[in-house]
């Protein structure tokens, strides 16, 4: 699946990569554009065509939710979470997020959660409604630096962050509950150095 030429020949390169939740179409992230925009490309996995695109803010990654026709996307570098439909790729919002760069959604689809990965662990953990589009309660401190990616159990109760950096080896772990869905530091995890990605696998 090439990624489409012009965007190419301006410098763009693949990054982040999602799944629509019928899987008949993937999103993709291109970004390192000189302008003040990167871009989300929408494919059909039937034909592997460009479908829609849609500049986006700098660094952009991707999360979706099964029962929700909206795209969040994080971008760290623009400080901002761009919501998208998920046909076509129109702008619903922009949502202020300082460092906007984990993509975490619970697995009932009510909340988005992002990182603050520059913030240093003050405002780390930011949680997002999905129904007000908007950002829900405080956001949450991190004990560790550079909180970079997000896993969340399947029954939503129990949400996992790595924290980046040349040094860094630990996950840090937090609760959730019904009646609210604010992150709640729980522990931490020693892993090797440098923990990027993760997945939960039940």
Not at 27 to 44: A, E, I, K, M, N
Not at 111 to 117: A, E, K, P, S, V
Not at 161 to 169: F, I, P
């Amino acid at each position: 699946m090439p990624t489409p030429a012009d965007l190419v020949d301006m410098g763009g390169k693949p990054h982040d990569v999602i799944l629509g939740p019928q899987g008949d179409y993937a999103y993709v992230t291109v970004l390192g554009f000189s302008g003040p925009s990167d871009y989300v490309v929408q494919f059909s996995t039937d034909s592997f065509m460009e479908v829609a695109r849609a500049a986006v803010g700098k660094d952009p990654h991707l999360s979706v939710a099964q029962n929700l026709p909206w795209l969040f996307v994080p971008c760290q570098n623009t400080d901002e979470v761009y919501v998208l439909e998920l046909m076509g790729l129109g702008q619903q919002t922009v949502i202020a997020v300082p460092g906007a760069h984990g993509a975490g959604m619970s697995p009932n689809g009510r909340f988005f959660y992002t990182t603050n990965l520059p913030g240093g662990g003050a405002h780390a953990l930011y949680t997002i409604s999905t129904k007000s589009l908007s950002v829900e309660g405080m956001p949450v401190d991190t004990p560790y630096m550079v909180p970079h990616n997000i896993a969340i159990a399947p029954n939503g109760k129990k949400l996992f962050v790595t924290h980046s950096g040349g040094m860094a080896d630990k996950v840090t772990i937090y609760e959730t509950h019904g009646y609210s869905p604010i992150p709640v530091y729980a522990g931490e995890v020693t892993v090797g150095f440098n923990p990027f990605g993760l997945t939960y696998v039940p």
